[in-house]
């Protein structure tokens, strides 16, 4: 399916609105149609023009060759009746009246058919925006390593505008216009066809430029998507790095980087605006180019004593005037498809995104945790490096296990790998025996706590951040939650106490607060397996002492995996585990590596602890 006919796809829910949009367009060509018809009486009354030839009241004979004569005669005929008993002036107004009120029909249904259209216009938008959202969701954590935070947010925003805006308005158009066209060139071929086919002649001409500037358009829109990612990926970076922006005196490099990055923009998008505006002169002037032929050829042909009325060529070259604006529109659209296809195509590359974690068909439901989790020579590797290398290793349900090491052992990523937010490259993860990859990831996961060393928070209330993933939360288990954390000595104290917003990221609180109302959620949850990932590596010694203190009650009863910067955090662990390069070089309790005089007790001197 090509990325114009999918994106169109996601107007089916809102094809009523679309066809009801359609019905009141072809209304409004009706109506268009009839208003100018009836300038015909006008100007035959100001032109003086002469409609005495029809006196009987014409017959239709039923033959469809002969439907155009009839009604020409017909009209001849009412006029010349109207003319010869209320006199002109009253056919003037007649006919001003009721081109009047055609015209007024003309607008409501104009007005009702773009009604229909922002229904689905908007419609759409929303449908592809919750579609983003949801796939970023699902995607595995490690699609977002690869992936700016700007870019991101350009497709959800800036990109699905210009689906809604090039495409999905323009599909419409290309829809919309041929049917109108199609009208407008029936009444021209009623009135004259040899005009008409003689008109006909310069539209392939006029398609052909358009096109070719259309194709252009594209490729000036890719580089200016592109530049628009990188835009807001600098104004991210600044929002979140202004005190080492400012500390650093790097504003002049930060705003240098900045103005080039928009500079460069700048240009992309004038080259895609001098081409956008370039289709509409361009048919316009095709456009007067046609009429001043048409009005040459029909001129020829009325010298020639071939031609019509003076009242019908107006009517003619009036119809064919209104022709050119769908015409136009039609010729713009094919431009902006071109445009927009560039934005579907970065909208559809998310959500084609492979997700690579998910559940296998087998897949089996788990209730508990009930014995023991294993690693077996798991490897694992960013790229063709291997971070973890034939790892093995049992955890027994009950047991708290540290793992200790310098940067880039592997630490993290096992933690990464048993709540699988990232698969191992080879070996397996079990849970009781089984492979992590066989049990239901949402059961899975119900099995784990998480404490990281960045404390996440929504912008939302302190109550909801600690309820985190319960559709009924209850405020008797969030209070004991806070208590266990040691978070409820400060809740009690803000003025709307667990009501309270924590403001954007938490910037309400402090670190050790912040850091205790993550703990309170992973209480909350009440999992049988916690994973807290360097949980007080970036706390102050007062905060670090308060947060340890909650971790420790939260850890009680339970199966820890504990992954420590500050080895004064995990003197009590059941077993530690000293990681380098991937693999494992020591492992015991504290005592027992502190009297085996290795790499661990090393570490332990390097930060004055005995």
């Known amino acids: 399916m090509s990325l114009i006919k999918r994106a169109f796809s996601y107007a089916k829910p809102y094809r009523t609105s679309f066809v009801t949009a359609i019905i009141f367009n072809l209304l409004y060509a009706l109506f268009n149609v009839i208003a100018l018809a ?26 469809l060759g002969n439907l155009k004569q009839f009604f020409s005669d017909y009209s001849a005929y009412y006029m010349n009746e109207l003319s ?20 007024l029909f003309r607008n409501i249904f104009s007005f009702l058919s773009e009604t229909c259209l922002v229904d689905l216009r908007s419609g759409v938008t929303r449908d592809l925006r919750v579609d983003i959202h949801n796939k970023i969701i699902d995607l595995p954590v490690a699609y977002f390593t690869e992936k700016r935070k700007g870019d991101m947010l350009n497709r959800i925003s800036s990109d699905v505008n210009e689906v809604e805006s090039n495409i999905l308005n323009s ?23 040899q005009l008409t086919i003689f008109a006909i002649l310069v539209f392939p001409i006029m398609g052909t430029i358009i096109s070719l500037i259309g194709k252009s358009l594209k490729k000036a829109a890719a580089h200016a998507q592109d530049e628009l990612s990188n835009i807001i990926t600098y104004v991210d970076e600044t929002l979140s790095s202004l005190k080492i922006i400012k500390i650093f005196n790097a504003e002049d490099q930060v705003k240098g980087r900045f103005d080039e990055s928009i500079n460069r923009y700048r240009k992309y998008l004038q080259k895609v605006m001098k081409k956008r505006a370039l289709a509409s002169p361009t048919s316009e002037f095709l456009g007067a180019v046609t009429i001043g032929l048409i009005v040459f050829f029909g001129g020829k042909l009325s010298l020639e004593g071939n031609g019509l009325t003076g009242s019908q060529f107006i009517f003619y070259i009036a119809t064919f ?49 009930e014995d023991k989790i294993e690693f077996r020579n798991v490897t694992f590797a960013y790229g063709k490096h291997n971070v973890i290398e034939n790892f093995n290793l049992t955890i027994n349900k009950g047991e708290t296990v540290a793992f200790v090491g310098q940067s880039g052992s592997g630490k993290s990523t096992l933690a990464n790998l048993i709540t699988r ?25 119900l ?43 400060f809740i009690v104290k803000m003025p709307e106490k667990y009501q309270e917003s924590v403001g954007e990221g938490g910037s309400k609180l ?32 007062k905060s670090e002492k308060l947060v340890q203190v909650a971790l420790n009650n939260m850890m009680q009863n339970r199966t820890s995996l504990v992954i420590a910067h500050r080895l004064s955090t995990i003197q009590n662990a059941d077993k ?11 492992q015991g309790n504290h005592h027992s590596l502190i009297e085996k005089k290795g790499v661990y007790a090393n570490l332990v001197n390097m930060q004055n602890f005995e």
């Open 447 to 489: 099995l784990f706590g998480l404490v990281t060393q960045d404390s996440i928070l929504f912008n939302d209330t302190i109550f909801n951040n600690i309820s985190l993933g319960d559709k009924c939360p209850n405020l008797e288990k969030v209070e004991y939650a806070a208590q266990i954390a040691n978070a409820e000595e």
């Open 38 to 63: 009836f300038m015909m009486p006008i100007l035959s009354v100001l032109f003086g023009e002469k409609t005495t030839g029809v006196i009987a009241k014409p017959i239709y004979s039923g033959d």
């Open 321 to 369: 005037y209104t022709l050119l604006d769908p015409i136009k529109r039609f010729s713009k659209a094919l431009s902006d498809v071109q445009k927009g296809e560039v934005s579907a195509k970065r909208i559809f590359e998310v959500l084609d995104a492979d997700v690579s974690i998910k559940d296998v068909p087998d897949a089996k439901g788990i209730e508990a945790f």
């Open 171 to 193: 599909v419409v158009e290309i829809i919309r216009s041929p049917i109108m066209i199609i009208f407008f060139v029936v009444v021209l071929f009623t009135v004259s066809y």
């Open 421 to 445: 937010f990232w698969d191992v490259k080879s070996g397996q993860i079990l849970i009781d025996g089984i492979d992590i990859k066989h049990i239901k990831l949402n059961d899975y996961r």
């Open 576 to 586: 530690i585990v000293v990681m380098e390069a991937g693999k494992i070089i020591e």
């Open 84 to 103: 010869q008993t209320q006199g002109p002036v009253y056919v003037l107004a007649i006919s001003c009246v009721i081109f009047i009120i055609a015209f």
């Open 510 to 541: 402090s670190g050790g607060q912040k850091q205790r109302l993550s703990i309170a959620r992973a209480v909350y949850k009440n999992p049988p397996i916690m994973v807290l990932d360097e949980a007080t590596s970036a706390l102050d010694t």
